[in-house]
């Protein structure tokens, strides 16, 4: 305990300890946290039992900015919405087979990914535009959204940011943090100083990684 307690005093004395695991995080957290990314794909899950012929389905599997999953059962939908893993569940279907076709598309999305949701609706409002402008001559809407929204966590960059910096954080420590602790012990003699005394080279170790793990543990506090 008592090597313990002045390594840690001799981390909190080391400005690099401090800085790479206490301060570089934070500024990077605070730099890069709040800043929006750019341009996303998004996961739409489809229902099984939907018109997989209609040219909505065909328009959205063209486009670059939708990635469709339809092996998904309900509840892993349900909860996936929940969480904002996907952008929105989705069904196609024809209310009219004889004749001119009529669209009916049921729109689920959720609050936790409430961007990508209405990229989507943006999407299928283009593809249906188009639709209905090629069906202008009968004078009827060959589609129509019906859309609908589950609550659920919204998440934002830093959301993101700061679970990889807390493990940025803990990974330098644990990595470099008694390997050069021993090294600039040696370099100083006070390894070799240590041996000469009493004190057993596994109590010298278990010294180092208990004050490493006090100091990791209080950066990730900090971080967190």
């Not at 180092?208 to 793990?213: A, D, H």
Request: include cysteine; charged fraction near 20%.
């Amino acid at each position: 305990m008592a090597l313990a307690k002045a390594s840690f005093r001799s981390t909190i004395k080391s400005p690099s300890a401090v800085v790479f695991t206490l301060v570089f995080p934070l500024i990077f957290i605070v730099v890069f946290g709040f800043i929006g990314g750019g341009a996303f794909k998004m996961d739409v899950a489809v229902d099984k039992g939907m018109d997989q012929n209609s040219p909505i389905l065909k328009g959205l599997t063209g486009s670059h900015s939708v990635n469709i999953i339809d092996n998904m059962t309900d509840k892993e939908v349900e909860e996936a919405l929940e969480k904002g893993n996907i952008a929105a569940w989705l069904n196609i279907q024809n209310t009219r087979p004889q004749g001119m076709p009529h669209y009916v598309i049921t729109l689920k999305t959720s609050k936790a990914s409430a961007d990508k949701g209405n990229m989507l609706k943006l999407i299928l409002d283009d593809i249906i535009s188009k639709m209905n402008l090629s069906a202008a001559p009968q004078h009827q809407d060959i589609a129509e959204i019906r859309s609908s929204e589950v609550s659920g966590r919204k998440y934002s960059t830093i959301d993101f940011i700061l679970p990889g910096q807390l493990g940025f954080a803990l990974l330098s420590t644990g990595v470099f943090g008694t390997a050069f602790v021993f090294f600039g012990l040696r370099q100083t003699l006070v390894l070799k100083r240590f041996f000469a005394t009493p004190v057993k080279r596994s109590y010298i170790i278990l010294g180092e990684g208990l004050s490493r793990i006090v100091f990791a543990l209080l950066g990730a506090c900090l971080i967190s």
